[in-house]
C-alpha cells in the first residue's frame, strides 16, 4: 500500500473519509426509557491524532464520546427521532474536518 502526502506550508494534507455505523437506526420500543446500541465512527486515511464531536437533534441525549456514542431517550405511545451528526478533526493534518451523519428513528409503544 502507498501512502501519499502533500505537504503545504510545512502542514501535511492527507485525504481521509469518515462514516458511522450504523448508518441508520430504526427501531420500535416499549414505553420509557431507552438507549441505542453503540453508533461507532470509522476513520480512514488521514494522518491523526483525531477529535471527535458528536451531536444530536430531536429530544435525545448522547452517551459516551470519543470513537463512538449511543442516543438515550425517552417516549410514550410516541416516536422520536432526529439526526446524529459527528465531526471529525484531523489534528495532525491541518486541523482538517469532516462530518457524517445519520438518521435515527425509535417508536415508543406500538410495534412496527
Do not use: H
Amino acid at each position: 500500500m502507498i501512502n501519499l502526502l502533500m505537504v503545504v506550508g510545512g502542514v501535511v494534507n492527507s485525504e481521509y473519509s469518515v462514516s458511522i455505523s450504523p448508518s441508520d437506526y430504526f427501531t420500535s420500543a416499549p414505553n420509557g426509557s431507552f438507549t441505542t446500541p453503540y453508533f461507532e465512527s470509522s476513520v480512514s486515511g488521514g494522518v491523526g491524532p483525531y477529535a471527535y464531536q458528536w451531536s444530536v437533534s430531536g429530544l435525545s441525549t448522547i452517551v459516551g464520546e470519543g470513537e463512538k456514542v449511543r442516543i438515550k431517550t425517552g417516549g410514550y405511545n410516541d416516536e422520536v427521532g432526529g439526526v446524529l451528526s459527528l465531526t471529525v478533526t484531523d489534528e495532525g493534518n491541518g486541523n482538517a474536518e469532516l462530518s457524517a451523519s445519520c438518521n435515527y428513528s425509535i417508536l415508543f409503544g406500538v410495534p412496527r
